[in-house]
Structure formats: structure tokens, C-alpha cells
């Protein structure tokens, strides 16, 4: 059928009655699946509400009456005597740098030198490691849950590497680079993860629910989208405090269908908060993949609905990742208004060790988002091998010193203590309320009476 956008030529889509979007290493999720490097002006366009003239006027009759005023809350007053019911708007091309073949187009530059290049690369594969190790270790029973982030490496690191270190982040759980890249050591993540005391948690979250406040990352929680209205109203704080300094929510596609990411949405663009909504669009909410989700043009098509400047970008290609991030980050300290980015990716994993994604969707459809050249990993090798600077038998060393270190690092927390029972109570209100307290006598009541069923040996004493 043919979709007329509001300006410019209508343009044709043809869509079965459950049309696969994806195409061989191209995002899933969006009408346009055109990729741009730059705009005509050779620098990131973001898109914004900005009026654009029609080229051709539709037929109006009402061009001499008097009209009372102007209608508050909209960008235009023709009135026409037509009525046209609107489906779509323009397409939203997808920013990409890298190509699939590892190359970048000769009219264009890296941001950075080769060895930045390299440095953040190996970001990468460190967060891919860890993820392998874990969720083996998981399968084994010596964490009870783990999440990976593989065939997204690039949206976290990206992102992290553009962004400074006194902006606060609040990630969703697919965020490990981040973390990472921001000094959070393996040791840490292992901690984490085996629910030691002495983590920053204190071992009360689920594995993968990082935190650490002296690097600005809020904790992870399971809730989707809770964390997006936080954001909104730090990075409005940030705006009337006049600092340097943005707040970045982070949340998948899923979590867009929530309340709070409306709510956080129209927030931040009418108060003009300085934050950056970062949206990994990787085709799936655990089972449910985009196509049953949405009906419009992805996540960015709301960005423009609200008024935010919105960039959608290809969340495969670092580099990308990395320019969309340090312009959003500028437009948004130096306009005070937020930004909104969609990153097209692609989950390569199950949602979590609780899912099994072969009951969803294809192996064959997986396997082409695994390619060199489609996923993240695979085309920063491509273009750093052509440089010179990487080859598979360095990759190979480099994935065995990081495979070891995750390994030393679990039988160090294997052999830490777990916090005291009575942590399970505290830090919700300032002293432990008589509720609390006689909860705690009965937990400590049940463990005495089933001695056998509990190791109080793992735990320190309360």
C-alpha cells in the first residue's frame, strides 16, 4: 500500500499479514531501513518538530475569513477543506559509519585515533567474555540467574565512551559495558553476581543488578522503565542548576510500551531536562518481538511526537554509536532540551537464563545477525584486522587472559561470606520498624528449625 507522509512524495510499502521487517544485517522495528552516513550539511542531523513547508498547498477555502486567534499547542494553522486521515510520517533513516564490510566511506574519518579504536574494542570483548563465562557458571548452578548482552556490545561501550564521567546513568540490565568502561572491575561483577557482602548491593539484588554510586550509575532494577522518569527529572535539575552534565536512561524497546516512558518523555520536553533517552531497539521484549508491540515507525517516531530532538542510529557499528552519542550530548547541555536515540541492534541471546528463545523464533534468524559483518564484534574485527592492529590468534590470547580472570574472580567470591541475615531488613527505613523486627525473629525461629536446610557458615553473623 502506499503511506503519504505529512510532506514530501508519498512513497510504497508492501507488508504481509505478518511481515518480517528484518533484513540481512538491518535492524528490525522500523518502516525505513535506508542506512545514512551523514546529512547534506555533512554533519548528524537529529530530528526535530521543526515546521517544513509543503511543496504543493493542499486546496483551502478558508483563506479570507477571520480566524480568533491561533490554536495553542500546534505548529500549524492551514485550515483545508480535505479531510486526509494521517498514518505515517517521513521515514527516519538509520546513521551508520561502519559498513558491514568493516570499511568506512572515503569521505568520512574515524572520531578517533587507532588506538581508541582498539582500546574500546577490547571493551567489548571483555563484557562478551564475561558474559560467556557467567552464563555458564549460571547453567552450573553457582549463581541462580544471569542476563548477556550479546549482539549489543556496541550500544553500552559506544554510549559509556561518549558520554563524560558526571553524567548519571540509570541502566536497565543489558548495560555491563557501561559499567565496565566506568572502572567496575571484574572482581566486582563476579561479586555481584554471587551475591557477596561486601558487593555495593550487600548481596540483596538479583545477579547482573550492578550499582555503583561513585561512578554515577544508578542500580539496576528489575521494574522496566522506572528509571526513565528518574532521569527526566535529574537531568531538569541539571538544567536549573545550569551544570555541565547530563542524565542517560537506558531501556529496550519493551520498556517503551510502559507508562513511565511517556510520562518521562513529555517531562523532560516541556521542562527542557538536559537528558538523553537511550533506547536499545533489539527486536524482542523477552518473547515478543517488535512486530506485535507497535504498529508505527519503531521508537523514534515518538521522540518527534514529543518534540525531542530524535537520532536513529545503527547500535551495531561503535562508531557510530559513539558520534550519535557525543552530538546528543552536546545539543543537549547546550540547548537544555533532551534527546531521544534509537539504537537498532539485535538480541542475539535469550532474554535471560529463565527463557528459551528457540521456542520464538528461528535459529536461522539468529545466525544472520551472528555474521562478521552484521554484529558489533565482528565488524570493528573486520576493520581493525585491515589496519593492521588485531588478527585472530591476538584475539584468541586476549579472550583466554579475560576468560581466566572472570574464572580467578568466581573462586575469589566463592570464597567470600554472604552478608548477615539481618541485612535482608535493613536500610529500608533508618532503624528496623516492630513489623520488621518480628520478621526477622521469624525468620531466625524457621532457619533454627531446619538446621539442615541452611548453611549459616556462608553467612556473616547478624
Not at 164 to 181: A, K, M
Not at 340 to 346: A, C, G, I, Q
Request: hydrophobic residues 35%; aromatic residues 10%.
Amino acid at each position: 500500500f502506499w503511506l503519504k507522509p505529512s510532506f514530501g512524495s508519498p512513497f510504497r510499502v508492501r507488508l504481509g499479514p505478518r511481515t518480517d521487517m528484518r533484513v540481512l544485517g538491518r535492524p528490525t522495528g522500523c518502516i525505513q531501513r535506508g542506512f545514512s552516513s551523514r546529512s547534506s550539511a555533512g554533519m548528524i542531523k537529529f530530528r526535530g518538530p521543526s515546521v517544513k513547508k509543503p511543496e504543493s498547498q493542499p486546496r483551502a477555502t478558508f483563506s479570507r475569513q477571520k480566524t480568533v486567534g491561533a490554536f495553542p499547542g500546534i505548529h500549524s494553522m492551514q485550515f483545508v477543506d480535505q479531510m486526509e486521515f494521517r498514518a505515517a510520517a517521513e521515514p527516519i533513516p538509520i546513521y551508520r559509519h561502519v559498513g558491514t564490510d568493516g570499511t568506512l566511506p572515503d569521505h568520512l574519518e574515524m572520531p578517533f585515533s587507532d588506538e581508541r579504536a582498539l582500546e574500546l574494542y577490547k571493551y567489548m570483548l571483555r563484557v562478551a567474555v564475561c558474559d560467556q563465562v557467567l552464563y555458564d557458571v549460571q547453567r552450573q548452578g553457582r549463581i541462580s540467574f544471569y542476563m548477556t548482552s550479546t549482539g549489543e556490545e556496541a550500544t553500552t561501550v559506544g554510549t559509556a565512551a561518549a558520554l563524560e564521567p558526571e553524567d548519571v546513568c540509570w541502566p536497565q540490565y543489558r548495560e555491563l559495558g557501561l559499567f565496565i568502561y566506568r572502572g567496575f572491575t571484574i572482581q566486582e561483577v563476579v561479586d555481584q553476581c554471587a551475591s557477596v557482602a561486601d558487593e555495593e548491593g550487600k548481596g540483596r539484588q538479583m545477579p547482573i543488578h550492578y550499582c555503583s554510586a561513585s561512578r554515577n550509575i544508578h542500580a539496576v532494577t528489575s521494574p522496566l522503565a522506572t528509571g526513565i522518569p528518574h532521569a527526566a527529572g535529574a537531568g531538569y535539575a541539571f538544567k536549573i542548576e545550569g551544570q555541565n552534565r547530563v542524565a542517560v536512561a537506558y531501556f529496550g524497546d519493551g520498556a517503551a510500551s510502559e507508562g513511565d516512558f511517556a510520562v518521562a518523555l513529555n517531562f523532560a520536553a516541556t521542562l527542557g531536562s538536559q537528558t538523553i533517552f537511550v533506547c536499545r531497539n533489539n527486536g524482542y521484549a523477552i518473547s515478543t518481538p517488535v512486530s506485535e508491540q507497535y504498529a508505527g515507525d519503531g521508537i523514534a517516531v515518538r521522540g518527534l511526537a514529543y518534540g525531542l530532538p530524535t537520532l536513529r542510529v545503527d547500535g551495531n557499528d561503535l562508531i557510530s554509536v559513539y558520534n550519535a552519542t557525543k552530538a546528543a550530548r552536546e545539543l543537549c547541555v547546550r540547548e537544555q532540551r533532551p534527546v531521544l536515540m534509537e539504537l537498532m541492534t539485535y538480541r542475539v541471546g535469550h532474554h535471560s537464563t529463565s527463557d528459551d528463545a528457540s521456542r520464538y523464533r528461528s535459529v536461522d534468524e539468529v545466525s544472520t545477525w551472528t555474521e562478521d559483518g552484521v554484529s558489533p564484534l565482528g565488524r570493528m574485527f573486520r576493520m581493525l584486522r585491515a589496519k593492521g592492529l588485531w588478527d585472530e590468534g591476538v584475539e584468541k590470547q586476549f579472550r583466554a587472559a579475560v576468560r581466566a580472570e572472570v574464572i580467578n574472580a568466581l573462586k575469589a567470591a566463592e570464597k567470600k561470606q554472604k552478608g548477615p541475615l539481618r541485612d535482608i531488613f535493613t536500610d529500608v527505613y533508618d532503624e528496623l520498624n516492630w513489623a520488621q523486627q518480628e520478621q526477622y525473629q521469624e525468620l531466625l525461629e524457621h532457619v533454627k528449625r531446619h538446621p539442615k536446610a541452611y548453611d549459616l557458615s556462608k553467612y556473616r553473623p547478624s
